[in-house]
């Protein structure tokens, strides 16, 4: 059962691009926004006590990370090992610029750092991809992928205040033809196995790209990563795992005839046994979805599926994974 959609926040700004994550560390729910005018935002909230009929311009509070000109994309995750949330930005010129944080017992953000990730070795940077990243604790790697311009995925991690390594991936597809990426760990046959998700645009169909750590990411992809179809032109992709029956679970946007929906499928381990829950109309979110992303909470065993609007609001739907 789907619920929603729940405003849960208003960023004050037009917003283009999100990326959201969920913590077992303070069991709160976090969301980082690039906004037209190049102010980065962050929003967190506890969904078990927001009650969304209070949310209001201020509450729960927004706040602003920093500011980078003709930034294009942005990406979002948690590190554990040192208690920081990240927010990655891509800009224009082809780089990346991260701040990171910490919330103090208040939740207020405290200790804000920003660092430059130059790409200097990356011919082109295609932000219209957006980007995935996750964190993996095996080896404290941090992940942001992207797609260069040549449509060759570009693996990108790092180690605290290291210089970032790379990792290509060659895929079967053209530039024109990737809607959009997205990113995650798995926790199940191996606890620290990466998933890259790529989203056709034309055909729908979505690769889930697996590796289980550095020393084994895979050169070349083949239609064996297919791991499942949607048959209409998709929009955007954002996927995560759900650790209560350990599906992978994906999430596309896409608009027919004039509206915008939110489909969704979900699979296990070896792309079997797919469920497929009842597509979401959004013609219940006033303005024009920019924007989405989506995680699994393991506090309220549900999934979130979290979609900005263009007019700087943030709403929210939820459904169980079984």
Known sequence: MVSGPNRIAIFGS?????????????????????????????????????????????????????????????????????????????????????????????????????????????????????????????????????????????DITWISALSPVRQPITIPLSVNQIASISGFLSHDENPNTRHIIVAQNDHGQIYDIDYPDENHVPSTVGQDYVKTRFDYPVRNVTAFFSSDNNYRHIVVLTRELGQDWLKLRAYDTYGCHLIEKPPISLTSIPGNVADSTSFYNAHDQLCHVLCATQDGSLYEFTYTSQ
């Open 14 to 154: 037009s917003i283009f691009a999100i990326a959201g994550f969920y913590t077992d560390y303070d069991r709160l729910q976090h969301v980082v926004a690039a906004s037209d005018n190049g102010n980065v935002f962050e929003v967190h909230w506890d969904p078990v006590t927001l009650d969304p009929s209070e949310v209001a311009p201020g509450y729960p509070p927004v706040k602003q990370l920093g500011h980078f000109d003709n930034s294009v994309t942005i990406a979002g995750f948690f590190t554990p090992n040192d208690k920081y949330h990240h927010a990655v930005v891509g800009t224009r010129d082809g780089n990346l610029h991260e701040f990171y944080y910490r919330l103090d017992e208040s939740l207020h953000i405290t200790e804000t750092h920003k660092t430059d990730l130059p790409l200097s070795f990356i011919s082109g940077f295609h932000s219209g991809c957006g980007m995935a990243s996750f964190y993996s604790p095996y080896d404290n790697l941090r992940h942001v992928v992207i797609v260069d311009s040549m449509g060759k995925l570009e």
